[in-house]
């Protein structure tokens, strides 16, 4: 009760423009984590802190841009930064559900049924390329997302925490590639871009990368799966106000009544923006929610799960144009300073 009435009287003292002190610097691990994933990945530090972000919220991230860009490589770089078991997937059509959940066998010598873990049963999952597989195999991945197990032939088994999958894929309309459907979709906390490098960052790229050792083999472990699950617990002392959460839903119900749109955002979409809202109020060394930071999250979290309706997709509209017109039609709670 005493650190909830801290974090309200705080809240408040914001909001009148009372000054006190607060730290500017994210969590000294997190920035450790930055730091090391830098050496690897050149200029993409928005990207690095949303897969951050991701980690804290126990969410999954969904990597999508062209080939070549560094999808991979920013998965990979988070994974060997944390001392956490990893298995990576190549997802190609021939990928079945039992190479990704599991499957059980006889096993001759005892003759009783036997457990064959899949790639899944670790704590980090690079989910390589997953629209190059087919949708039943996409399938496989949506308790496991959702619930944080696997259920095979009727046996339940809890996936080691913390877990994580960052799953990569080209855009669909290259050849070879199964739209992830909605379902699946939903189950990813946010989307993240890459995007291609500025002539000055493909140049420091070209310099790290054609020497005898590259970035990646210089990578060391920054932490441990015990603090990972300590700094995500810290997610729930960020207190969200009541005006906060009134942002929030009135986003998420704009997305339900916009005419371009034919699928808002879900329940489970608005609370994943209030969580990703409190990470980066706790990167940014706050303990409460500001509209900035829903803002800020409003378009990575909320865009891959709207639906346009045809007619937008034959005007050429995209769900970033929608969302900012939702966002900028939507109040700002006042007292704030969005």
Request: contains cysteine.
């Amino acid at each position: 009760m005493e650190n909830s009435n801290r974090r309200m009287a705080r809240h408040a003292m914001h909001e009148q423009n009372i000054p006190y002190d607060t730290p500017s610097q994210p969590r000294p691990l997190v920035y450790a984590l930055q730091q090391n994933i830098r050496k690897a990945i050149v200029g993409k530090d928005e990207a690095i802190e949303l897969m951050l972000i991701a980690l804290i919220c126990r969410g999954h991230v969904l990597i999508e841009d062209v080939p070549g860009v560094g999808k991979t490589t920013l998965a990979s770089a988070l994974a060997k930064s944390l001392q956490c078991s990893f298995k990576r997937i190549q997802f190609t059509p021939d990928v079945t559900p039992s190479d990704v959940t599991g499957f059980t066998m006889v096993n001759m010598k005892t003759g009783e049924m036997e457990f064959k873990p899949g790639a899944v049963m670790s704590q980090i999952v690079l989910a390589d390329e997953i629209n190059r597989t087919s949708p039943k195999t996409q399938s496989a991945l949506l308790e496991v997302m959702e619930e944080g197990q696997v259920t095979v032939d009727g046996v339940t088994r809890q996936l080691p925490r913390p877990f994580m999958v960052m799953a990569t894929q080209n855009p669909v309309d290259f050849v070879g590639t199964y739209p992830l459907p909605e379902a699946q979709m939903d189950r990813f906390l946010l989307k993240i871009a890459i995007g291609y490098p500025s002539i000055e960052e493909e140049m420091d790229v070209l310099e790290r990368y054609t020497g005898t050792v590259t970035p990646m083999q210089t990578l060391s472990c920054v932490c441990g799966a015990e603090e990972v699950v300590a700094l995500q617990e810290q997610l729930g002392t960020v207190y969200a106000s009541r005006e906060a959460r009134s942002y929030v839903a009135q986003i998420v119900a704009g997305t339900r009544s916009h005419p371009a749109l034919q699928l808002g955002v879900s329940p489970r979409g608005g609370i994943a923006l209030l969580r990703a809202a409190q990470a980066s109020a706790l990167l940014a060394g706050r303990d409460y929610v500001l509209p900035d930071d829903i803002r800020r999250m409003a378009l990575p979290v909320l865009t891959h799960r709207l639906l346009l309706t045809p007619e937008s997709r034959m005007k050429g509209i995209v769900p970033e144009q929608v969302l900012h017109q939702i966002i900028a039609s939507t109040p700002v709670p006042a007292g704030s300073k969005a």
